[in-house]
Nanobody
Framework: QVQFVESGGGLVQPGGSLRLSCAASESIYFMAWYRQAPGKQRELVAY???????NYADSVKGRFAISRDSAKNTVYLQMNSLNPDDTAVYYC?????????WGRGTQVSVSS
């Protein structure tokens, strides 16, 4: 089964930026970022196809950008203008998600 390793999270002030990375163990056509905030269900943040088409949740449109390096089986999430509502553990996975392939995620905390 495919495996994912996320990195790049941290603590950032409101209005700040972070860039997340996710390395997959194999090539995946649909790669996506998800997040789960405390007490909430995991939600889809953005996804990208092998052809480079992208799609975003309304809550992050215009602030986040997903990209990929297919040669490295890696997907990125550039997050700008972060606000406290973006605080969550961020995961990558396929779309739809492979249920047995969730990684540990990377924690993003937005606070002053």
């Amino acid at each position: 089964q495919v495996q994912f390793v996320e990195s790049g999270g941290g603590l950032v002030q409101p209005g700040g930026s972070l860039r997340l990375s996710c390395a997959a163990s194999e090539s995946i056509y649909f790669m996506a970022w998800y997040r789960q905030a405390p007490g909430k269900q995991r939600e889809l943040v953005a996804y990208i196809t092998g052809g480079g088409s992208t799609n975003y949740a309304d809550s992050v449109k215009g602030r986040f950008a997903i990209s990929r390096d297919s040669a490295k089986n890696t997907v990125y999430l550039q997050m700008n203008s972060l606000n406290p509502d973006d605080t969550a553990v961020y995961y990558c996975n396929t779309k739809p998600p492979a249920l047995n392939s969730w990684g540990r995620g990377t924690q993003v905390s937005v606070s002053s």
